[in-house]
């Protein structure tokens, strides 16, 4: 069955320390990949995505994510946090299919919180 | 640019009552609408998507239904509201071909009481 796990859903880090956030998938094939933030009560906005291409991929923000085809994983990184990074962060998976494009699997979502 | 808008932005309802969410969004025509559910420390379930007028596929069977009366505009409704339909419900905009990205309205917080 095609799954997409965030393995940590509480993650406390202090502000300008390092913070990486790990995303597995399980899928047939090399999906589309996808890094979203949610800050409290908002919609959620795109920090990066990987179609193909160098594996490790720049976002907004400040963010990178490393996409690791052997581990199934695309953990999401950022050298030093702000406090303004303190949200949600949901890893995605789309299919390759055309069928299937824009349905979007979301995992459950890794609670940052930002310490001084 | 691509706009999308959801109201109402929060909506407290009985249980038993009737619902709808509304969400139109601008600037893009035949665009692919989705309808997500975030329930309290879960993340997202897709519920509804559409690829044109009048074309609803429903990817989990539940209490909600949803329409699409016009091009750029997606609906969410429910004939009686139940407790578990509690939840943030977010209208996302989305790519007509790989490489364009996936939008999300500002989300309605639902609490059925």
């Known amino acids: 069955a095609q799954s997409v796990t965030q393995p940590d859903i509480h993650i406390t880090v202090s502000e300008g320390a390092s913070l990486e956030l790990r995303c597995n998938y399980s899928y047939g094939a090399t999906p589309y990949l996808f890094w979203y933030v949610q800050s409290p009560g908002q919609g959620l906005q795109l920090l990066l995505k990987?179609?193909?291409?160098?594996?490790l991929v720049q976002g907004i923000k400040g963010f990178e994510a490393e996409f690791k085809r052997s581990q199934s994983s695309f953990n999401l990184r950022k050298p030093s946090v702000h406090w303004s990074d303190a949200a949600e962060y949901f890893c995605a998976v789309a299919p390759m299919t055309t069928d299937s494009w824009g349905k979007f699997q979301f995992g459950a979502g890794t609670q940052v919180v930002v310490t001084p | 640019s691509q706009t999308i808008h959801q109201w109402p932005a929060t909506l407290v309802q009985p249980v038993g009552s009737p619902l709808s969410l509304e969400c139109t969004v601008e600037g893009t025509s035949n665009p692919n609408l989705y309808w997500y559910r975030q329930a309290a420390g879960r993340g997202l379930q897709l519920l509804f998507y559409?690829?044109?007028?009048?074309?609803i596929s429903s990817e989990v069977p539940q209490n909600l239904s949803a329409s699409r009366p016009q091009d750029r505009q997606f609906i969410l409704s429910s004939k009686k509201l139940l407790l578990s339909d509690s939840g943030f419900y977010l209208c996302a905009l989305g790519p007509g071909t790989p490489q364009e990205t996936q939008y999300f309205g500002p989300g309605t917080r639902l609490l059925v009481l």
């Open positions: 990987y179609f193909s291409g160098d594996t």
């Open positions: 559409s690829v044109g007028i009048g074309q």
